[in-house]
């Protein structure tokens, strides 16, 4: 008779928590145009296409946490899922994360109305974006809120950019640095959330731990594909003796 093969077991939430935790080695912090952002290598020009590339990205994520709180029936979850809108909403008088890259921008030396236009947001930022709009409308909340695990990865980014960006690019005004202050005592409470519901929904098998893994990646995905688009969108690029050009958009008048 031939022998049956046993699934094999799932491992236990410390395990599972470590593999989640291992996916950061696959962030966009080492993307190499954010190595050179790190390295104080960026143009001001250059510095200045990340910011209005992703406000693209800032805006869709109160838009993927509404799509989540519109998927799950769990009360106590929306609760505290809610607060994630109002972080970045902004609550009357309180600035929230969105103002807040708007500020950044200008720090920059870009408009407000160059930021909020989104006419300097290439095709490729959109389209990642988008892509990860619809999965969190698209698929349960559960594997929604796994897909917001890059968080697990985001204090250090913030803590980087504060602590290095005043020496390598002292021409950015300090006022610019308060999102990403704001953001490292969000995200380490954003993420206490989302990896309790992740290894309690994902933990009953090792095939829906693989499942959350892949989630996962695909979000990290979602972040290197961002900062391909962005890397193309404002860096020289020669293609066999001629420079790389943006696509041509025909502007119409109403």
Request: hydrophobic share 40%; net charge negative.
């Amino acid at each position: 008779m031939n022998a049956v093969t046993q699934a094999p077991l799932p491992w236990t939430r410390e395990e599972f928590e470590a593999k989640l935790r291992e996916k950061g080695q696959g962030y966009h912090i080492y993307h190499p145009f954010h190595v050179m952002m790190y390295e104080g290598k960026l143009t001001k020009e250059q510095l200045q296409c990340w910011v209005a590339n992703r406000f693209y990205y800032q805006i869709a994520i109160p838009m993927k946490d509404a799509a989540i709180l519109s998927n799950c029936p769990d009360k106590e979850v929306r609760k505290q899922w809610i607060v994630r809108i109002t972080d970045h909403d902004g609550v009357d008088d309180q600035i929230g994360g969105i103002e807040a890259w708007i500020k950044l921008g200008e720090a920059v030396g870009l408009t407000r109305e160059q930021v909020t236009s989104l006419e300097l947001v290439s095709p490729g930022v959109r389209f990642a974006v988008d892509a990860y709009i619809n999965f969190a409308k698209q698929r349960p909340w559960q594997e929604s809120v796994c897909s917001s695990l890059t968080e697990l990865f985001a204090p250090h980014i913030h803590q980087q950019r504060i602590s290095s960006w005043p020496g390598m690019y002292p021409w950015v005004k300090e006022e610019g640095l308060m999102y990403f202050k704001k953001r490292l005592t969000e995200a380490r409470r954003d993420v206490e959330q989302g990896l309790s519901v992740t290894l309690d929904y994902f933990s009953p098998s090792r095939e829906m731990q693989m499942k959350a893994l892949e989630i996962l990646q695909f979000k990290l995905n979602v972040l290197w594909v961002i900062a391909d688009s962005i890397m193309l969108a404002c860096t020289d690029i020669k293609t066999e003796g001629r420079d790389y050009l943006r696509q041509p958009v025909i502007q119409i008048e109403s």
